[in-house]
C-alpha cells in the first residue's frame, strides 16, 4: 500500500543522544511549524519524544531535515520512528517534561559562550550589554548546574532566579534562541557578580574592572569560574607568580594560562591548525602549546618545560575580564592536593591565605568540573585530562556493560558509570589521596548516578590493595561482586575501548607505577591483551626501587639503582652521583646491596626519570613525572641516532642503553642528542618486540597506553616505526593514557568477563 501524496500520516519519533539543553525543541517546533506540521515535542528521561502528524511526505522531509539539520551542540545518537493513528492535532507545541523512573537522558557537558550572545554582550544597546551571565539554547553552564534529570529550570541552581517578563517572553517564544534556555537571564533578573577586596565590595562592571586592576597589579585574585574557582594573576609577570606559586605550596609544577584572544596567545606560543581547532572549540580545553622562545612571560609560569598550557575565556565573565594583549595563570582555586572549590562560602575559607580577592557569584555550581587538558599528537587530539566540555559526554563502548562502576585508580582519579553501550566517564577528581578527595569522589558518583538513573550491580577496581578507590568500592559494595583489574591490562583495555576492538592486540602499558599480580611494581609491560585477560609476555628488567617515594621524588635515586643493576660503577662526575649527598649515597649502596626495604619495579617511567637524572636535567622532582617531561622538552629534534635495549624474547634490558648513554655524555655529546637517542632508542624497542610477538602469534594490531604515552615524541616515533612494519597503531584520543583513563579499561573488562 503506497503513500498517496496529500495523505495524512502521523509519526511518533524518539531521539536519544545529548539532545537537552542544547535547543533541540525548539529547533523541532521550527522544523515542524516550517513544514506545516502538527503535533509535539518533549524532554523525558531517555531524550526528546515527538508526534508529528501531516501530509505524508512532508513528514518524511522532516524526518530527514531532523537529522541532517540538528542543532550543532547536538548530539543524536539513535532516533526511531513508528507510524502511529493520525489524531487531527491543530497546531504544533512544545509540551511539559516527563519524568520516569528508568531511561538514560544524556546530559550535555558545558558550553563555551557562543558567538552570537557575544555580539550582545559586546553591543550597548543590547539590555544584556556587559552582563557576565549571558546565554541560549546554544550556549551556557549545563552539568555544572544540574540537579536531576530531565534537565528543566527546576532542576538546575537557576531554580531561585525568577526570569522577568521579557526574560520569561524569550524563554516561552518558540522562535526565540532562548526558547526553553534553562539559565536564560538578564541584569534585572539573573545572578550578579561582584568583586570581594580589601577595599570593600565592588558590584557588576565594576568589580570586573577593579579585578583587572588588580591582577595587572600584581595581586592573586580568586575567580569563580564554570565549574569551581581559578585562583587567577598576570602571567608576564615574575613576582605575581612567584607569590603565587608560594601561597598555593607548588614549587615547578606548570602552570596553566588563560590568553584573552587568539592572538595574545599566539604572542608566546606555537600555534599549529589542529591546535588552533581545539583552542577554539566548543570545548575549550588548555592546549599544551610549544612555548615562543622569548615570549613576554614569566619563566615560572612552567619552569624547565617545553610547552605552556593554554586556554581561551569560555565563559562571558573571562570575557569580559580579560582585555586583548592580557595572560594570565588560571589555576585550580585550591592548595596543592585538595579538590577545587566551587561554593562561594567554602572558597573564602579556604581560599582565604591564596587569594588578595574574590570575583564572586550567585549562580550555584553544583557539579565542581575542573579544566580539560589536551595536546595533539600526530594531529589528532589527545586528551592528557578529560573534565569540563567533555564530562558526562559518555564513551560509545564496544561491549554490552551490565550497570556497573569503575572506580579507577589513584591518581588523576575519575570512575566510570557503565550500562549498555554507554560508558560514562566522571570529570577530574583528583589523586586519592586525602579525605578531601575521596568526599568529592562518593559526591560525584551519587550524583552521577542518580542523573544516569543506573544503579550499578557489579564494581571494578585496581588490584592494588592499598588504592583507596579500591578500598571504597569493598566498603560500598554491599554483597555486590568486585571484579579487580590489573592496572597494565586496564590501561591496554582503555585504549582498544575507544577504538571499539574486542580482539587481542599487543599492548604496551609504560608508566610510572601499577601493582603487578606478583606484588611487585610494574610500568613497563608489554601485554596480549583482549578485553577479558592479559598475558604479560615481556617486560623492562625489574631493578630494586629502594625506599618507594621517596626514590620516585628524587631521579638521582633512581638514576643510581640503575647504573647499580646494570653493573655500572657509581664514578664522580656521573652527574646522578655527583648529585646525591655522600650519605645518601652509602644507605642506598647498602639497602640495594643487602635488599632492605626494596620491591623490584619494570617501570617505564622510572627509566625516564633515571635518564633524565644522567643526562643532568632532573635530579629532584616536585610534581609527578616532572623529569621525564623536561627530559622531552630538551629533545633535538632533528637526531636520528639510537641506543639499544637488549632483548631476549620475555625481559627488556635497559642495560646497554646506559652504557651508550654514559659513552656519549663522557664524550660531550649534547644533552639534546643524548635525550633525543633515548627516545628512539624505546621506539625502535617496541617495533622489534611487535615484530617478535607478531612472528609468534601473528597478531597485527599495537595498543599504545599507560602515562608514558603522553610523551608525544614517544608515541610518534613508535607509531612511525610500527606503521612502517605494518602494525595497525592504536594511540588515545577519547580518555587520556595515564591513570585518568583507568577506568574506562576496567568497566570494559569488568563487562566482558561478567558475560
Ligand atoms: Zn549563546
Ligand atoms: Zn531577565
Ligand atoms: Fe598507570
Redesign the pocket.
Known amino acids: 500500500m503506497g503513500v498517496v501524496a496529500g495523505t495524512s500520516t502521523r509519526r511518533r519519533i524518539t531521539v536519544t543522544g545529548v539532545v537537552q539543553g542544547v535547543g533541540f525543541r525548539p529547533f523541532v517546533y521550527g522544523l515542524a511549524t516550517d513544514l506545516g506540521l502538527t503535533g509535539f515535542v518533549g524532554n523525558d528521561a531517555d531524550g526528546v519524544f515527538i508526534e508529528v502528524e501531516g501530509d505524508a511526505d512532508a513528514v518524511d522531509v522532516f524526518v530527514d531535515r531532523l537529522v541532517e539539520e540538528a542543532p550543532p551542540s547536538s548530539r543524536i545518537e539513535r532516533l526511531e520512528t513508528t507510524l502511529v493513528d493520525v489524531v487531527g492535532h491543530r497546531s504544533f507545541e512544545i509540551v511539559p517534561s516527563r519524568t520516569a523512573s528508568t531511561g538514560t537522558a544524556l546530559v550535555s557537558p558545558d558550553l563555551t559562550v557562543c558567538d552570537e550572545c557575544l555580539a550582545e554582550l559586546e553591543d550597548p544597546a543590547d539590555r544584556r550589554f556587559g552582563y557576565p551571565f549571558i546565554n541560549c539554547t546554544d550556549c551556557g553552564p549545563r552539568f555544572t548546574i544540574t540537579l536531576r534529570t530531565p534537565y528543566d529550570r527546576p532542576d538546575t541552581t537557576m531554580a531561585p532566579f525568577v526570569m522577568c517578563p521579557e526574560c520569561a517572553a524569550e524563554y516561552d517564544d518558540p522562535g526565540d534562541r532562548r526558547f526553553h534556555a534553562q539559565p536564560n537571564a538578564c541584569p534585572r533578573c539573573g545572578p550578579q557578580v561582584w568583586l570581594d577586596s580589601s577595599a570593600g565590595r565592588f558590584p557588576a562592571a565594576d568589580g570586573i574592572d577593579a579585578a583587572r586592576t588588580l591582577v595587572r597589579a600584581g595581586a592573586v585574585v580568586a575567580v569563580k569560574g564554570l565549574g569551581g574557582f581559578h585562583l587567577a594573576c598576570d602571567a608576564r609577570s615574575d613576582a605575581a607568580v612567584e607569590t603565587l606559586r608560594e601561597r598555593k605550596g607548588r614549587v615547578d609544577k606548570p602552570f596553566a594560562v588563560m590568553a584573552a584572544d587568539l592572538p595574545t596567545a599566539r604572542s608566546i606560543v606555537f600555534i599549529g591548525p589542529t591546535e588552533e581547532h581545539l583552542l577554539i572549540s566548543r570545548e575549550r580545553p588548555i592546549v599544551l602549546l610549544r612555548k615562543r622562545p622569548g615570549a613576554d612571560l614569566s619563566d615560572a609560569v612552567a619552569p624547565g618545560n617545553g610547552y605552556l598550557g593554554v586556554m581561551l575565556p569560555y565563559t562571558p565573565l573571562h570575557r569580559l575580564l580579560l582585555e586583548p594583549g592580557d595572560v594570565w595563570v588560571m589555576t585550580s582555586g585550591n592548595r596543592s592536593q585538595e579538590p577545587i572549590a566551587y561554593r562561594n562560602d567554602e572558597a573564602r575559607d579556604r581560599l582565604a591565605d591564596l587569594a588578595d580577592a574574590f570575583v564572586m557569584h550567585d549562580r550555584d555550581i553544583h557539579v565542581p568540573v575542573d579544566d580539560s587538558v589536551v595536546r595533539v599528537l600526530d594531529g589528532v587530539e589527545l586528551p592528557i585530562r578529560r573534565s569540563r566540555g567533555y564530562a558526562p559526554y559518555p564513551i560509545p563502548l564496544p561491549v554490552e556493560a551490565p550497570p556497573l562502576l569503575a572506580t579507577g585508580?589513584e591518581?588523576k582519579a575519575t570512575f566510570c558509570l557503565a550500562a549498555g553501550r554507554h560508558g560514562f566517564m566522571s570529570q577530574h577528581i583528583g589523586d586519592m589521596e586525602n579525605l578531601e578527595t575521596l568526599h568529592a569522589f562518593t559526591r560525584a558518583v551519587e550524583h552521577m548516578e542518580a542523573l544516569f538513573r543506573i544503579e550499578p550491580t557489579l564494581l571494578a577496581t585496581d588490584l592494588h590493595p592499598g588504592y583507596l578507590s579500591g578500598r571504597w568500592a569493598d566498603r560500598v559494595a554491599d554483597g555486590r561482586p568486585v571484579v579487580r583489574v590489573q592496572?597494565?591490562h586496564?590501561?591496554v583495555a582503555s585504549v582498544m575501548a575507544e577504538h571499539g576492538i574486542t580482539d587481542p592486540v599487543i599492548g604496551f602499558?609504560f608508566?610510572?607505577?601499577?601493582y603487578g599480580t606478583d606484588g611487585t611494581i610494574w610500568?613497563g609491560e608489554v601485554l596480549i591483551s583482549d578485553l577479558a585477560h592479559a598475558d604479560r609476555v615481556a617486560h623492562l628488567r625489574p631493578v630494586p626501587l629502594a625506599g618507594g617515594d621517596r626514590t620516585v621524588r628524587r631521579p638521582y635515586r633512581m638514576a643510581l639503582t640503575h647504573l647499580w643493576a646494570a653493573g655500572i660503577p657509581w664514578k664522580p662526575g656521573i652527574a646522578p652521583v655527583d648529585a646525591c649527598p655522600t650519605e645518601e649515597r652509602r644507605v642506598l649502596r647498602t639497602q640495594l646491596e643487602r635488599n632492605i626495604n626494596t620491591v623490584p619495579t619494570s617501570s617505564m617511567g622510572r627509566l625516564f626519570d633515571a635518564v633524565s637524572s644522567l643526562a643532568g636535567i632532573c635530579h629532584e622532582a616536585t610534581y609527578e613525572a616532572q623529569a621525564a617531561i623536561e627530559l622531552e622538552a630538551l629533545v633535538d629534534a632533528t637526531e636520528t641516532g639510537v641506543y639499544r635495549f637488549g632483548y631476549d624474547g620475555t625481559t627488556i634490558d635497559a642495560g646497554p642503553v646506559l652504557r651508550a648513554l654514559l659513552g656519549d655524555l663522557d664524550d660531550g655529546v649534547p644533552v639534546g642528542v643524548v635525550a633525543a637517542r633515548f627516545h628512539r632508542a624505546v621506539a625502535e624497542m617496541i617495533g622489534d618486540v611487535a615484530g617478535r610477538l607478531h612472528d609468534e602469534t601473528g597478531l597485527g594490531t599495537v595498543g599504545l597506553s599507560?602515562?608514558v604515552f603522553q610523551n608525544t615524541i614517544l608515541a610518534t616515533m613508535a607509531r612511525q616505526r610500527l606503521e612502517r612494519d605494518g602494525f595497525t597503531v592504536l594511540t588515545h584520543r577519547l580518555v587520556p593514557p595515564?591513570?585518568g583513563g583507568?577506568a574506562l579499561g576496567q568497566a570494559v573488562i569488568a563487562a566482558t568477563r561478567v558475560r
Open positions: 585508580g591518581l592496572h597494565h586496564a590501561h602499558s608508566d610510572g607505577t601499577g610500568g599507560g602515562g595515564n591513570d583507568l
